[in-house]
């Protein structure tokens, strides 16, 4: 992920010329730096050799699609995601927050707009990467938001970015029930849809990575949840 204090560095990927020059025009007024790839492997070869703050990333792409390419760059950086697609169907909405990205704009789209999700996005992911929450400690699962990581009797667990920010994000609220439309609001950011079966599969797959500390994180009958250490 990129360093905090520097130029945020945002990659553009889209196969349409006239699309990737429309999000440089504003990127670059706004005081960003750009990269361009117009297909899903060069995305991911760029992810790979370079930092960015934010991947803007159509859909549609030739070679290797945004979700696929999406996947792969998940699997060695850390960083925000946001998906263009054409296609506006709720089932496409869920897919894509289901790999963890951390936003989906439809097209056509305002260029103010999609620079008010950049914002957005980037103060969401300082604010869950501010030091100097405390550490949570429970018997052999530990907790920390610092460093941003889980270990479960000692051994550190593996958690997808978009995983992590909504662990720590119910550790920082722990003891308070929070309902799925809040939890969608404040993680990831964009207006309720509709269906809220995002929040329960990232909650079923931190509870899994969880093992046996899996019912600390707890299911109110309201519909929604909380993260509860026993006194």
């Known amino acids: 992920m990129q360093e905090v204090g520097k130029v945020c560095r945002i990659l553009i990927v889209d196969d349409e ?3 990737r020059a429309v999000i440089r025009e504003y990127c670059e007024f706004h005081g960003y730096e750009v990269e361009e790839a117009k297909d899903g492997m ?4 760029l992810c790979q050799e370079q930092d960015f703050g934010v991947v803007i990333l159509d859909v549609m792409l030739p070679r290797l699609d945004g979700f696929s390419a999406c996947k792969e760059i998940r ?6 995601v946001i998906m263009l697609s054409a296609r506006g169907e ?3 909405k869920l897919f894509g927050f289901e790999l963890g990205i951390d936003d989906y704009i439809v097209k056509p789209f305002s260029p103010a707009e999609l620079m008010a999700r950049i914002k957005a996005v980037l103060r969401r992911r300082n604010q869950s990467g501010a030091a100097g929450r405390e550490a949570v400690e429970y018997q052999g699962l530990k907790i920390d938001p610092n460093r941003r990581t889980v270990s479960v009797d000692g051994e550190q667990v593996s958690l997808a970015p978009k995983d992590m920010e909504l662990l720590l994000y119910l550790v920082q609220n722990r003891d308070v029930i929070l309902s ?14 509709g269906n809220d079966r ?4 990232h909650i079923r797959t931190i509870r ?3 093992g046996v500390y899996r019912d600390l994180l ?11 250490v026993p006194q």
């Open 218 to 228: 707890v299911t109110q009958r309201n519909g929604g949840y909380k993260f509860e």
């Open 198 to 201: 995002v929040v329960d599969t």
């Open 90 to 92: 709720e089932y496409d």
């Open 42 to 45: 060069e995305a991911v070869k």
């Open 208 to 210: 899994n990575c969880l």
């Open 17 to 19: 010329q006239k699309i």
């Open 180 to 193: 799925r439309e809040k939890i969608l609001s404040d993680v990831w950011g964009y207006e309720f849809f």
């Open 75 to 80: 699997r060695t950086k850390d960083v925000p």
